[in-house]
């Protein structure tokens, strides 16, 4: 082999090199390629994927505080409807209030003087069947001391006939007496419309019977009734 052929036997080998390494550089190219547009396909689904979760969750929160909201001026409004109602209700009370004081008025020309009279008398004897106590203590305002002595014992008599037993022992307290009747000179004074209390000579058992106390057991009582009937009435209001 002369030099000749030896030369391009050497360009053909260094042809084929080249060209093997143009078609490996070209493989490489595209698998890299390929590679890249993988990656970047599985990155952008990935933040897709994200941004979709926020999005899911602003949207869980703008949902929540939307019910929040909701049940804030639900609840807003119902204390409304309650407080109007509540209104109502003490204002009847405060009307009641004032009746009663009319019944246990003194006065010559009181017509309910002697209805009042009468009603002390049950009170009484409804707490001395409740008591049952052969020596109770009894207080009533002091405006009311002489009538409540008056009629001590017929209630007294009533009692015994009713409990079928012998009469209590029955001490009226003539040094503490209970509030007097509401003045408007001082309305925050402590008041009591009428009507009795009686202890049992210890003082453990007390039987709390005055016109003010009825009054509130009466309207704690209807409360559930007359809230019932007042809905309507603060739906128009």
Do not use: W
Not at 18 to 38: G, L, M
Not at 67 to 81: E, F, T
Not at 178 to 192: K, N, V
Request: aromatic share 4%.
């Amino acid at each position: 082999m002369n030099d000749a052929e030896v030369v391009n036997q050497i360009h053909q080998m260094v042809s084929f090199i080249r060209q093997e390494a143009e078609e490996k550089a070209n493989e490489i190219s595209v698998s890299a390629e390929e590679e890249f547009n993988i990656e970047k396909l599985l990155l952008v689904e990935a933040e897709k994927k994200k941004i979709k979760q926020e999005y899911e969750k602003k949207e869980k929160q703008v949902d929540v505080r939307k019910k929040i909201d909701y049940s804030m001026q639900l609840n807003a409004s119902r204390i409304k409807v309650l407080q109007a109602q509540d209104d109502i209700v003490n204002a009847m009370k405060e009307e009641a209030a004032k009746k009663l004081l009319k019944v246990s008025q003194h006065g010559f020309f009181n017509l309910h003087h002697h209805q009042y009279k009468h009603l002390l008398k049950d009170l009484i004897v409804q707490c001395l069947l409740r008591l049952k106590e052969p020596a109770v203590l009894l207080r009533c305002r002091e405006e009311d001391l002489h009538m409540v002595e008056s009629m001590l014992d017929e209630a007294t008599e009533e009692y015994c006939e009713k409990a079928k037993v012998h009469a209590p022992e029955i001490v009226v307290d003539k040094d503490v007496f209970l509030p007097p009747a509401p003045s408007d000179d001082d309305p925050h004074a402590l008041s009591c419309a009428g009507g009795v209390v009686l202890a049992s000579r210890d003082g453990k058992i007390v039987c709390e019977n005055t016109l003010d106390a009825r009054l509130e057991v009466a309207f704690r009582k209807k409360l559930p009734e007359i809230r019932k009937s007042l809905i309507g009435k603060v739906g128009e209001a």
